[in-house]
């Protein structure tokens, strides 16, 4: 789980895993939409390889984030 100000971002286990490392490696180069996108995709990849249905996943952000 990563916090910043008023964002929280939380991913399931991921301990030692692709994206946790490279979250960890790159936190200080990345913008938080990016981050936040990087999640977005694996989590995506991840329900779809397990089969399961969703709908509208998408990023919001309030102007100025």
């Not at 789980?1 to 994206?19: E, P, R, S, T």
């Not at 979250?23 to 996108?37: G, I, Q, T």
């Not at 694996?42 to 397990?50: G, V």
């Amino acid at each position: 789980m990563i916090q910043l100000k008023n964002y929280l971002l939380a991913v399931g286990y991921a301990d030692g895993g692709f994206l946790y490392k490279y979250l960890k490696d790159n936190f200080n180069d990345l913008f938080c939409k990016n981050k936040y996108n990087l999640t977005l995709r694996a989590y995506s990849r991840y329900i779809n390889l397990k089969n399961f249905f969703h709908r509208d996943l998408a990023l919001q952000f309030k102007s100025g984030d």
